[in-house]
């Protein structure tokens, strides 16, 4: 029998039941269970606690209820305040404030027979107060230290405001520009994909090892959503997703595994069925593939409902039939479905599930609450004088500027239209819904970034020429149209008209630029905003179609959360400015890119289409056995008879001000040896006139293979600062696990042969080209 000591809790001026036990007994029948942290004395006070527990209290730690019973007083008159009576809210999430959330902890702490601190959870995507561009944007910076930072100061601002675990980041991998969750991520390339969720993951978590979570400002991260929601059918959001195995294995599988490597805590399932089985209900993927193969340790969490949807979904008769299937395939906690609490226990009666189940599932909750240092003080995330100096200090809006400026992508600038030197005279005609709106840029995740608080492009270039001789005037010209949810079309009532196009295309005639603001409401992109048409919404192409008349310059700037179908604006505007939605600092970001203050250095990360019919789109596809012929075209080849193969943005893509020359491409070998290595480098200059920055890609193609390969994959690149003038060297280490793919058997080898690798500007830079093959 073993002893172990609990440190002293002490709340609200008492000594709890479960300190007060001061020596607790473990009876030694510890649940099988592997645990995150891995260290014997944190499992042995789970076991400790755990034994103390009646069933209906395990049971109450596995049910996250909303964080909506925002009370004052006495909540025991409530459903929450029932829960919080039988302790059976072991977690809630979406509620904010070091206040708040203390006064909840305490209605918990004050009923419950146990005391076991709630964790409080949120979705903190990209930022908390201050605001970050959206993770797709912000992963165009190809900056991994850059989104590290950005993590950290969201969690700095979560835990200072009592949040402990971060349901972030969403690593999914997305292809369809359809799909409005497209902006949660890090766009369609595994390799891109895995590096991005590994560098959230650490600036979400920063820890080195489990012991760091003892610091204040460390929070749990969430992967989600496991997994291929990003292949939704048509990109219609929860929609059914089918792939084959090897598919999710290359493309999807990454980013998550990579999680764990990097000691991700929690995982999330996914809303929508994989190949017939929704992912709440899948041993497969949390059984076989997370527990067994990838040895995770953390827990897992359901997405909204998603308990209660396998019912919707056909593969649950009802909620108890749903809760089984959840708890049988290794789910720890029920996010809202209250399935686990009104189910399980009537199952365990009829031994449909066992105690023993429960168990895991509890230890592995009880864990990450030990972990995070709230059994030793419940109030931990709870210091109001810490959120008051931490949100939105200084430093952090300093930083979400510098993120907003290096996540802002230049799509074209013909003749360099841009930058707006400011010391140049100028009349610039400003139009369009986005020069002052404010309510969008932060985009749709920012559930608690004040939106009244971000700058405006108005007011950032307010700011930027002030006392310049750049001289601005405006007129909307049209405005964005409004959704309305009931009859999925554009509201009757806010329809934009072409009442604003006269003094619009009036002020542009007697100006010497047109810049114009235009983009997707926030609410366009995101959950349950999937789009059938990509390109502009509302008359907003209409009004640039009448401004190209005027035969101005025409700068156009886009705020957006997808790509966008620009067919037509790639051929027609002068310059191209996708500007994402910047967050809090967004108008000095997009200020100081039009200024020419900072040089665009960024990369689309996902494909621009030229249209619908040829989504999904993404640069590593395989090649098929009649590939286009630009000589032939007429022949009977992979092709469309309406539209070119290829996108108008491709990914890796993104211009500067100054332009980059890459030369003397060079191999240090032509044979790679299993188990030894080559490099491969090329020679970039800045041949402009700015200093700038570039992001070097090294793209590799496995000619033949026991499976077609991609054309292409991406494989590594280099972000470099140039000054004019300067040339670097840039190299890359190429070795056999660089080359590893799943083969026939699906087992992960490198198959010996010829390989190809392009070292250039993007994905569709084919100019230098090297060749190699992998000996036995
Ligand atoms: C989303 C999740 C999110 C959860 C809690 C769900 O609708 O799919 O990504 O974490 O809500 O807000």
Redesign the pocket.
Known sequence: MRKIKLSIVVILGLVLPLVSCGNIESTGNAPQWKSYSGDPVIERKVDSVLNLMTLEEKIGQMNQYSGNFAVTGEVAETKAGEYLKKGMIGST??TFGADHIRMLQEQNLKYSRLKIPMLFA??VIHGLETTFPIPLAEACSWDLELMEQSARIAAEEATASGIAWN??P?IDIARDPRWG?VM?GAGEDPYLGSLVARARVKGFQGIETYKDFSKINTMMA?S??FVGYGAAQAGRDYHSVDMSVRTLHETYLPPFKAAVDEGVTSF?TA?NDLNGVPCTGNKYLFKEILRDQWGFGGMVVT??TAIQEMVAHGFARDIKHATELAIDAGIDMD?ISEGFVTCLKELVEEGKVSEKQIDVAVSRILEMKFLLGLFDDPFKYCDAERQKKTVMNPEYLKAAREVAQRSIVLLENKNNVLPLEKDEPKRVALIGPFVKERESLNGEWA?KGDRSKSVTLMEGLQEKYRDSQVKFSYAQGTSLPVIDRTTQKVSTTTVPDRSGFPEAINLARNSDVILVAMGEKYHWSG?AASRTDITLPGNQRELLKELKKTGKPIILVLFNGRPLDLSWEAENMDAIVEAWYPGTMAGHAVADVLSGDYNPSAKLVMTFPRNVGQIPIFYNVKNTGRPFDENNPADYRSSYIDSPNSPVYPFGYGLSYTSFEYTNAMISSKKLERGGDLTVSVDVTNTGNMDGEEVVQLYIHDKVGSVVRPVKELKGFKKIHLKKGETKAVEFTIDEEMLKMYNIDMEWVAEPGEFEAWIGASSADESNHLEFSLVE
């Open positions: 999430f979406n949120a979705d349901f972030a969403m969750r949660e969430t989600k959503h999330m809303f997405d909204y996010m559930i959950e």
